[in-house]
């Protein structure tokens, strides 16, 4: 079974930046779309970014495109996200999850199978 892990997240100011990262167990790499959602308090959980198999291609949800980056290494079995300009409304728990989610289709969760156990990111005025 594959497992991943968050990290990076914390508290910022708004208008600074956090990078995540998420490493993954088991044959992750070079297998599956790796993908980023978040969940705000009282609020569903959604989708922010995804990056195909072999990192060629990306997708981001328009409320963080110009802002974040999604980015993976293989080798290494992470996936990362780049956070810039962060705001307010970013405040959430960031999960990273993998599985074959198509990257035309990235916004689907029934198509990640693991899911890590979250991260807090807090975004200040």
């Known amino acids: 079974q594959v497992q991943t892990v968050e990290s990076g997240g914390g508290l910022v100011q708004a208008g600074g930046s956090l990078r995540l990262s998420c490493a993954a167990s088991g044959r992750t790499a070079s297998r599956y779309t790796m993908g980023w959602f978040r969940q705000a308090p009282g609020k569903e959980r959604e989708f922010v970014a995804a990056i195909s198999r072999s990192g060629g291609s990306t997708y981001y949800a328009d409320s963080v495109k110009g802002r974040f980056t999604i980015s993976r290494d293989n080798a290494k079995n992470t996936v990362y996200l780049q956070m810039n300009s962060l705001k307010p409304d970013d405040t959430a728990v960031y999960y990273c999850?993998?599985?074959?989610?198509?990257?035309?289709?990235?916004?689907?969760?029934?198509?990640?199978?693991?899911w890590g156990q979250g991260t807090q990111v807090t975004v200040s005025s």
């Open positions: 999850a993998t599985g074959p989610a198509r990257i035309d289709t990235p916004s689907r969760e029934y198509e990640y199978h693991y």
